[in-house]
């Protein structure tokens, strides 16, 4: 008698059915295959059934203890993010900004507006309040506005990091500059390289594009001045420690191909197709700049096709497809602050608002700067860590931001690798949990999880090795031997949330980028 | 004894027996029609839900009922196999997050 381990399901063309159990462990099988599983017929003779077995969706045996330790043991990887809480810590140290572009979700200010700059004793008790996290490691992302515009505070806080780094109990303090580069000083570029400071920046596309919504306050061409400051970067810094992100806008859909090639053209070692998030000027101008996500999953596809071209002559990846695959194709953590269950809101990034103000996300920063303060954990200056990050605000939103118990979530067959965003639900519709069915948030996820399926459950060997050569950020997989089954555990993949480096404020997915 | 009747009097409106589809697979399935539809959901008999579906902006899914009875299937099914699986599921998540030393 065989048994059933538990597992979500769904259709697929071609009479096929994806099976995905608890572990994140997946197996196509024809539909029959499942209706004998359905009906408790499957025979330890099938010749299904040694797949099935190994990958923990049935079990030969009625109490099988080691089927169930091994799924528990996976599950327990998967999830090991949850261990590294809140290691992502970004500072907003100026809401100033010398660009105004038209999708900014944070709303910025104008660049003299000097009373929106963080104080450099709020930029060092902040770097108290995240040297207080009990993780090994932390991440220090400087956003703005533009950063660059308060450096005294940057600085300030990188310094004082550096010092208390140590007697903190703290193995490594990361720093990432989010930057549009468009008002970057060598001087600061040579602060950047002598202090490890990653410089995430935000490019959209070619010229035309990339100037067609960030904009100049000086006036002038954005793309320009970009151009100029991203090879002194690249000179100063060092190649690999300046990345970019794109917003794709609807201007933008219809040119992903472009896009793509931009990047690869300037040298950038991937690319990451990132939609636009309904905040700030972007909520403003929706009708402009938005579109429906069926629209964008329809263009990320053939945006996917296109890197697969390019990394037929050069390793390039997709940097979001990689996040989704590394979770699909491996039984590590990934721990991307955007797409988790239990959501990274606040338990794997936090955001510290130039007055010393804490929010569990960019996003419910900027639902304060529209006026509504619901997601707010605390400040520094009043509140203490364990108020702000153990206090009882943070551990109801957290409780209810898991897709195991979220209504449309709860038996969707992908529900070990997306996640939620409470915040984003409470913008959409007033609460932090709804039905996610249908949601623009849904509509993109599951989109994007059919296509890969579907590009996985037809691949080519040539298809499959760049898919692994992605996974494993190291080049090529030599064919034979075997897949790679490393090179993402712990942190890893996709970096300690997001895709790093990563630029700043996110307009996008909240994954990063758009400064 | 059929276990969906459908009947297009009166907009979309659908008898289902209880004895093919439970509670929570109705609920489960009319839960993700909120968005569009306002849906009713009423004792019909001893043996029968009736379930009414009327757009909220007048002209709805021709393929509406349809879709909502291939949902019920899937959700059903769904439900028998979580009854299969027993309690499995809540086992591997307190095993996964239980102390290393079984503390």
Known sequence: MTRLLPFQHKRFPGGRRLLVNECGDHHFVAEAVFELMLAGALSEDHPEFPDLQSRLFVSAELNDGFGVRKAAAKYRSRKAYLRDFTSLHMMVVTVRCNQRCEYCQVSCAEQDAYRYDMPVSTAMKIVDLILEAPSDSVKIEFQGGEPTLNWEAVAAAVRYAEERREKAGKKTVDFVLCTNLTAIREDQLRFCRDHGISVSTSLDGPKDLHDRYRVLRSKGSAYDLFRGNLALAREIVGEDRVDALMTATAASLNAFPEIIDEYEELGFGGVFIRSLNPYGFAAEKAAELGYGMASFVAAYAEAFRHVMKVNRRRFFPELFATILLSRILTPFSTGFVDLQSPAGTGISGAIYDYDGSVYPSDEARMLARMGDAHFRLGNVHVDSYREIFGGARLKDLIRGACVETTPGCAYCAYQAYCGTDPVRNYLESGGEVRNMAGTPFCVKHKGIFDFLFSFLDGMTEEEEDVVWSWITRSGRVQAAGGRPGGGIGGRGGAGPGRPGPEACPPPGDGVAGGV | ?103
Not at chain 2, 63 to 70: G, K
């Open chain 2, 1 to 103: 004894m059929k276990g969906i009747t459908m009947q297009e009097e009166d907009g979309e409106r659908l008898i289902l027996s209880k004895e093919y589809f439970e509670k929570e697979a109705v609920f489960a399935v009319a839960s993700d029609f909120t968005g569009g539809y306002y849906v009713g959901i009423r004792p019909h008999g001893v043996d029968s839900i009736e379930v009414t579906l009327k757009p909220k902006d007048g002209a709805g899914d021709p393929e509406a009922a349809r879709e909502f009875c291939n949902g019920l299937v899937e959700q059903q099914a769904r439900l028998d196999l979580q009854k299969r699986f027993g309690g499995l599921r809540e086992i591997i998540v307190a095993e996964a997050f239980s102390a290393i030393d079984g503390k």
